[in-house]
């Protein structure tokens, strides 16, 4: 068997220097000067100088480097939407319209509307549906885009990814994104996409759009005001490096039990629940209210996983397919082919 490499390891609270390159990629993209920034970010050192040799930057420094090149720029939004900038200091305004609603269904209204005043175009709106499959029920957040947008489209999809990411913060769940679509054409450059998106990804769309499971729409917001202010000072590692939710939810939980290896067998039903250490009826339930079963549970962490090997240079899709669990290539290529209407190969 040849040696396949272990599964990536989580950031502990530092972020990879790739991460700080291209913020100040961005930055000198609108004629800013980089070594004022990092002035005024207290930064240490230049990450762009070819001796900077440091694998990983603080989340604090992370964050000031984000909200100086975000002042500068006089646009939260990084400067992704060049037509419809959002000023410095709305952020936190739509956080507190949203802090004092009851559920985040309605914070989410009031995040709508607020942006819809904000934006000259129309801005976003919730869709809640049950689908087909009667098991799975799923909110889709929408942002409808102009063709004129269409080179930008996928850093929009990665917006509502990270509004995501504040929401799953106020009412202290984790919220996987089950689907994405995207108003634009696939970028060259996946990085950001499969950063945000382990989930199928699908392009040219009338709009774009991430679906989640409805039951967080009926979730308490859980925070307050003196821990949103709190939050903004590390909202943009929080955000875009590492969500920061109270109480995962029981998927999250047995996501994490099972892993990114998947060449040992998975635990049955019966030994998750003593890994969870409550019963079958109780576990049951609880997947139920999220959405979903142990079963799909399994097929998206392989799922996920997939995609993310995929993008590794070096690994055959034979050796992806091992690391998933699968004996058979062409059983790995039926599966992923069911997952995201692709080929492995097309995929890659």
């Known amino acids: 068997?040849?040696?396949?490499?272990?599964?990536?390891?989580p950031y502990n609270?530092?972020?990879?220097?790739?991460f700080t390159r291209a913020l100040l990629v961005q930055a000198r993209a609108h004629g800013l000067e980089v070594a004022a920034i990092l002035h005024a970010a207290r930064f240490p050192f230049d990450p762009l100088t070819r001796?900077?040799?440091?694998?990983?930057?603080?989340?604090?420094?992370?964050?000031r480097l984000c909200t100086e090149l975000f002042r500068r720029l006089g646009d939260e939004s990084g400067g992704i939407m060049p037509d419809m900038p959002t000023p410095p200091g709305t952020m936190r305004l739509i956080a507190l319209s949203m802090l004092n609603s009851h559920t985040?269904?309605?914070?989410l209204k009031r995040a709508i509307e607020f942006n819809a005043v904000c934006?000259?175009?129309?801005?976003?709106?919730?869709?809640s549906r049950v689908e087909v499959d009667s098991e799975r029920k799923e909110a889709t957040l929408v942002y409808l885009g102009g063709d004129d947008q269409a080179t930008v489209q996928h850093s929009v999809m990665c917006g509502l990814a990270i509004w995501l990411r504040f929401?799953?913060?106020?009412?202290?769940?984790?919220?996987?994104i089950t689907a994405a679509c995207c108003a634009g054409p696939q970028p060259d450059f996946m990085a950001g996409i499969r950063h945000f998106f382990p989930c199928p990804v699908r392009y040219n769309r009338p709009v774009n759009s991430v679906s989640f499971s409805a039951r967080h729409l009926d979730a308490t917001i859980s925070r307050t005001q003196e821990q949103l202010e709190s939050f903004l000072k590390l909202a943009p590692y929080h955000l875009v490096i590492d969500p920061q939710a109270l109480t995962p939810g029981i998927t999250h939980r047995?996501?994490?039990?099972?892993?990114d290896d998947f060449r040992t067998q998975m635990p049955s039903f019966e030994e998750l629940t003593r890994l969870l250490n409550m019963s079958a009826?109780?576990?049951r339930r609880r997947l139920e209210r999220e959405g979903t079963s142990y079963q799909r549970v399994k097929d998206n962490a392989r799922r996920d996983v997939a995609i993310s090997l995929l993008s590794r240079r070096g690994l055959t899709v034979s050796e992806v397919a091992e690391l998933t669990g699968f004996s058979d290539p062409s059983a790995f290529h039926r599966s992923f082919k069911k997952w995201t209407g692709q080929s492995p190969g097309s995929y890659r």
């Open 1 to 9: 068997m040849s040696k396949l490499p272990a599964p990536t390891q």
């Open 13 to 18: 609270e530092s972020v990879p220097i790739e």
């Open 51 to 63: 001796g900077a040799q440091t694998a990983f930057v603080s989340r604090e420094q992370y964050s």
């Open 104 to 107: 985040l269904a309605a914070a």
């Open 119 to 127: 934006r000259v175009r129309q801005g976003a709106q919730l869709v």
């Open 167 to 176: 929401c799953g913060w106020l009412i202290g769940q984790h919220i996987d």
């Open 254 to 259: 047995i996501r994490e039990i099972l892993g």
């Open 281 to 283: 009826r109780t576990l």
